[in-house]
C-alpha cells in the first residue's frame, strides 16, 4: 500500500509540475494582429439650453499579436507614422484602428458607407500597449474607441449604424477585418 501512496504521490508532482511549466509558456499568436469583434454601445447625452445631443458609441474589439508590437506614441510622426505623404495628402499609416461607418435609414435597403469629408474619416490611434524597456512577446487583451456623434450629423434619429473595424502593428501589418452589430440611433 505504501508503494502505491508513493507512486501517486510521484504522479501528481509530475503531474502539477507539468501543469506550472505549460502555464509558464508563452502562447503562439501569429505577428500580424487578429481581432474579434466583442460590443458596441451607445450612449446619448443631452446638454439642454437647445444644444445639439452627442451619441457617444464605444466600440469594443478583442485583439492578439504574436510580438506584441501594438499602439503608436502622440509624438510619433516621422516614417512610416508621418501624418502626410510626399504630396500632403494624408498617411494611412498614420493612424493605427482604422473605422469605416455605415448606415441605413430603412431595414430594406443595404448599408451604405458614411462619408465624412476628410480623408483619415474615423480612423485613429490607440497608445502603445507596451514599456519601450520591454522584452516583445505576445499580447491578448481588449480595445475600446469611443466616438462622439453629434445628432443629425452624419447619423439621423431612425438611422441604423454599424462599423467595420480593424487594427494595424508597428511594422504595418494590418488585422483582419470585423463588421460591428448595428444599433439604432434613438430621438431625441
Known sequence: ??????????????????????CLQAPDYPTTPHIDFKEVQAKRYTFGGGQTPVDTVRITIDFTDGDGDLGLSPDEK?????????????????DNYFITAYKRSNANLPFEPVVTGSAQGYNSRFPKLFSTDAKPGPLKGSLTLTLPFFLGSPFRPGDEVRFDVSIMDRALNESNKITTSSYVVQKP
Open 78 to 94: 516621422q516614417a512610416p507614422y508621418n501624418p502626410a505623404d510626399a504630396n500632403g495628402n494624408y498617411n494611412r499609416t498614420t
Open 1 to 22: 500500500m505504501f508503494r502505491t501512496l508513493k507512486i501517486g504521490a510521484a504522479a501528481a508532482a509530475a503531474g502539477t509540475a507539468g501543469l506550472l511549466t505549460s
